[in-house]
């Protein structure tokens, strides 16, 4: 099973999901992916948020959505507005799903707010996939 998580930049939202989905205990037929219809880079306030809940991510690339495209994804999870609309086509067998997340780069305010929008997203990310893994990834 092949899961792609999409957003813009590769840089916050799907970084983090692609930490979580890394972290949790899955069957080792799935494989997780995550791109950008950009690439800006993995930001390093999302590498701290996930480090915080002990997930490192620091490793990860910002990858581009063109380098998978021959891949055959059984989902497609596009974790903003923007890619969701900008997405390309994948085959036909692809689920596409779709959550809007609030960006946590464009949060303003003290460092201690920047901070909490960043965690903040970053469990709204846990919950939302915590629910996908037991609707769709067998046991």
Do not use: W
Request: charged share 15%; hydrophobic share 40%.
């Amino acid at each position: 099973m092949n899961i792609l998580l999409l957003c813009t930049g590769n840089s916050c939202r799907s970084q983090i999901a692609h930490g979580f989905l890394q972290h949790f205990t899955l069957p080792d037929f799935v494989h997780v992916y995550s791109a950008g219809i950009e690439t800006h880079g993995v930001n390093p306030r999302a590498v701290e948020t996930m480090h915080q809940v002990g997930i490192d991510i620091s490793q990860h690339t910002s990858n581009h959505i063109e380098e998978y495209l021959s891949i055959p994804f059984d989902f497609v999870i596009t974790v903003c507005d923007h890619a969701s609309e900008n997405c390309p086509v994948f085959p036909a067998h692809a689920i596409k799903l779709h959550h809007n997340f609030p960006d946590p780069a464009k949060a303003i305010g003290s460092e201690i707010e920047v901070q909490s929008a960043f965690a903040n997203v970053r469990e709204l990310i846990r919950e939302y996939l915590t629910q996908f893994t037991h609707q769709h990834i067998p046991a």
